[in-house]
């Protein structure tokens, strides 16, 4: 019998209402070794109303207490570090030791995360102007979600996740229906530390998921890592629905022509897989996108 992966809604896992399903291949075999479920529109509607209440009780913590539980997270995830690696090397087709780097760099995040005591402090200015004086606020936003890829199942989410949950909001991740169980079981390790049922939810699916959550009233901004076509899909969408969004895209132009060459090497040499080509050209455009962040200007979105 075949192994069917569900989502996790409100604090465990739940198959919703939809049964449609997409399969989950083996990528050292390329057979089948799992299903999993692809969530409705209303499916996400059930996802955010409950997410949307476990923000109200989330927010009201302070900044200590959500410190806390990351740290307390941090702990678990380094506690569970071979299951969750060897979880994600079954589903994506990377080694052990590449799924622990997977893994580390999103701890990591989750390490500088830690600090929200400290980030969340506003600013005051007495005597801005006659009789003025100027302070400001940090606020959460409420619901607000990820639309993550394949090439990193641990680490894209918890560097969507980590700064939004410890700010005060909820997250609901959309993960890559591709390799879908290491987030179901980050999502588990989130409540063993002690987040509230409902501030951390897996939604898995695809673009009818992509399109509810980018067209729900309750969600208020959005982050994607992706290809450049629908990163420019994201954006454009969400915000033509009044959200936030972040959206980062595959490079263009000598980029493209820099990796067909460096992806034919490595077909010769390797003979790589289609798991290894996508991780290859994944790995590439993070780079990419990391020298436009960091270059002024160089984003198109």
Not at 121 to 130: F, M, P, W
Request: with cysteine; glycine share 8%; charged share 25%.
């Amino acid at each position: 019998m075949t192994t069917q992966i569900p989502h996790f809604i409100d604090g465990r896992r739940s198959n919703l209402a939809s049964t449609r399903t997409a399969d989950v291949l083996n990528p050292s075999t390329g057979a089948v070794q799992a299903q999993v479920l692809l969530a409705s529109a209303a499916d996400v509607d059930t996802a955010v109303a409950s997410a949307k209440e476990a923000q109200k009780e989330w927010a009201a913590f302070n900044p200590q207490r959500r410190a806390r539980v990351m740290m307390k997270f941090v702990e678990l995830v380094n506690a569970n570090v071979e299951e969750l690696a060897e979880l994600l090397s079954l589903e994506h087709g990377k080694t052990v030791a590449d799924s622990k780097g997977d893994i580390q760099r999103g701890i990591e995040v989750i390490e500088f995360a830690v600090g929200i005591p400290h980030l969340m402090k506003g600013e005051y200015t007495e005597g801005a102007g006659s009789g003025i004086d100027v302070y400001s606020m940090r606020q959460p936003l409420g619901v607000v979600a990820g639309i993550t890829p394949f090439n990193f199942p641990a680490m894209i989410p918890l560097w969507k996740a980590g700064p939004a949950i410890a700010c005060g909001n909820a997250f609901i991740l959309k993960p890559s229906e591709r390799d879908p169980s290491v987030p179901v079981r980050l999502a588990e390790l989130f409540l063993e530390a002690g987040l509230p049922p409902g501030v951390f939810q897996v939604v898995h699916g695809d673009k009818e998921a992509v399109d509810a959550i980018l067209e729900h009233p309750d969600v208020q901004a959005v982050g994607f890592v992706g290809s450049s076509d629908i990163a420019q899909y994201i954006y454009s969408t969400a915000a033509a629905h009044g959200k936030r969004a972040q959206c980062f895209g595959d490079a263009l132009g000598e980029f493209r022509d820099r990796l067909a060459r460096r992806l034919a090497s490595l077909v010769r040499r390797d003979r790589l897989d289609r798991y290894r080509l996508a991780e290859v050209e994944q790995r590439a455009a993070a780079e990419r996108r990391l020298r436009r962040v960091v270059q002024p200007g160089g984003d198109d979105l």
